[in-house]
């Protein structure tokens, strides 16, 4: 959130307002030990968020704070959930700016309230528990973490989309909140439970004892993040390595990973495939490393030998990264995305639903931007005629249901042109008119190499 626009800081005011208006509303009628159970909790969850796990991508952070917030709806209500949730502001972590700070106070003490109301709308009992609150609590409780995650998510989405928008990015680019963070913090919300059970025996020292676990917890988030930056910059020194050799493609993998995340989201595609196919995008390209520089930066038409050397770029790029685990799906696309659906593409003459859907996607995404970008043998189309291009050649070289989905989030979302590279004058005079691909040509393939 580098950047808000005043949509964006005008939901945080509203998301700020909202917390302020329901712990403002009250009732505080506690008695004096619901004060002592809401400072402690409310300092364990400043020992949370302080010691929050920043993820990739973005500057998302994870911390066990449902813990924290949950523990406090079964035993102070919805208003002393709110009150400890409202206690982030006291976090020490480095790095939130003013106005996240802001947000991330009204979004956990909102998150908390609401959870408690759900909490004591399916009859929770709030209190200190005892053994006749087992099992009837479970499932009120099992709700109301439920409901914490979802809103918390709703809310950090909101902001995200917002912020996203002031930086001229695409709504899809923000698939920061992985699916298997979102069950980590229904697992570690459980823990509530338990601190909630544990104060019956051991009272406000409940906390001390599942601090261990949070740390726990907190390290194996941390390990998968730090997992994630691993992939991320394992995607992006392949990808360097690969726009190194061609000027003229450097950002080309990013748009075509956004382009192919646009389709993917379109469509419908779930989460964890939608990631595999950012990965895909990202990677498309990388067995061009197997082709001989001069061939890549050829200003001229192509000869029959050193197309045949392009032709075998999918394979080699399958051969480079067949053993890196997390791509998955993501294989696929990488070895197939110059087939067509007519099957004259390469390398396999695949056709129609033989073409593996992730290839398919990948093609639509490549050839818009290939069209769109200032090349080494011709300038960049405009985005009104890529578009026209990819409805032409829907059906016989593209899918024409991902070509109608890409249109759509185009014009939807805009698309960000690549700036043209600054050429010397005398490397401007060898640019030719004509494309390295002739359309009509067996095997050639429309402004996608």
């Known amino acids: 959130m580098a950047r808000l626009s005043w949509a964006a800081r005008l939901y945080i005011a509203a998301v700020v307002a909202a917390a302020t ?205 730090e997992q994630q930056r691993a992939y991320e910059a394992t995607v992006g020194a392949l990808c360097q390595a690969v726009e190194t050799k061609d000027f003229y493609t450097r950002g080309h993998s990013d748009r075509v990973s956004r382009g192919s995340v646009m389709i993917a989201r379109e469509i419908g595609m779930r989460g964890d495939r939608v990631e595999a196919i950012r990965y895909a995008g990202m990677l498309h390209d990388v067995g061009k490393l197997g082709v001989p520089t001069i061939v890549l930066q050829k200003t001229g038409k192509l000869t029959e030998e050193e197309y045949a050397a392009i032709q075998l770029h999918p394979m080699r790029g399958l051969d480079i990264v067949r053993e890196i685990g997390f791509l998955d799906e993501a294989l696929a696309g990488i070895m197939h995305h110059h087939e067509r659906i007519d099957g004259r593409g390469y390398p396999m003459g695949l056709a129609g639903d033989e073409i593996p859907e992730f290839a398919r996607v990948l093609a639509v995404a490549d050839a818009f931007d290939s069209m769109t970008s200032t090349r080494s043998y011709r300038g960049a189309r405009p985005t009104d005629e890529a578009i026209a291009e990819l409805r032409k050649w ?31 004058a005398d490397e401007l005079a060898t640019v030719p008119a004509q494309d390295h691909d002739d359309p009509s040509a067996p095997l050639r393939v429309i402004d996608s190499l």
């Not at 009732?27 to 993820?55: H, K, M, Q, Y």
């Not at 016989?396 to 010397?424: C, H, M, N, S």
Request: glycine content about 10%; hydrophobic content about 55%.
């Open 21 to 225: 208006a329901v712990i403002a509303w009250g009732p505080f009628a506690f008695p004096w030990n619901s004060w002592r159970d809401i400072a402690i909790l409310g300092l364990l969850l400043v020992v949370s968020e302080s010691t929050a796990t920043r993820l990739s991508p973005g500057d998302l952070s994870w911390s066990a704070n449902t813990t924290a917030t949950l523990a406090a709806a079964v035993l102070v209500g919805p208003v002393g959930a709110a009150l400890v949730g409202a206690c982030t502001v006291f976090s020490l972590r480095r790095g939130p700016s003013l106005a996240q700070r802001a947000f991330n106070t009204g979004m956990i003490a909102l998150t908390a309230y609401v959870a408690g109301r759900v909490f004591v709308a399916m009859h929770g009992h709030v209190g200190v528990l005892n053994v006749n609150s087992f099992p009837g609590i479970i499932g009120p409780f099992a709700v109301a973490a439920l409901v914490h995650v979802l809103v918390n998510y709703a809310l950090v989405g909101g902001v995200l989309w917002l912020a996203a928008s002031a930086e001229g990015t695409t709504r899809t680019s923000q698939a920061g909140m992985s699916v298997r963070v979102l069950f980590s913090d229904l697992g570690y919300g459980a823990f509530g439970l338990l601190i909630a059970a544990l104060w019956t025996v051991v009272g406000p020292f409940a906390p001390l004892l599942v601090l261990i676990p949070l740390f726990v917890a907190r390290w194996a988030v941390a390990q998968f993040a």
């Open 394 to 424: 829907a059906g016989t070289q593209f899918d024409p249901a991902f070509v109608d989905a890409f249109v759509a989030a185009i014009k939807r979302d805009g698309w960000q042109r690549p700036e043209p590279p600054v050429l010397a």
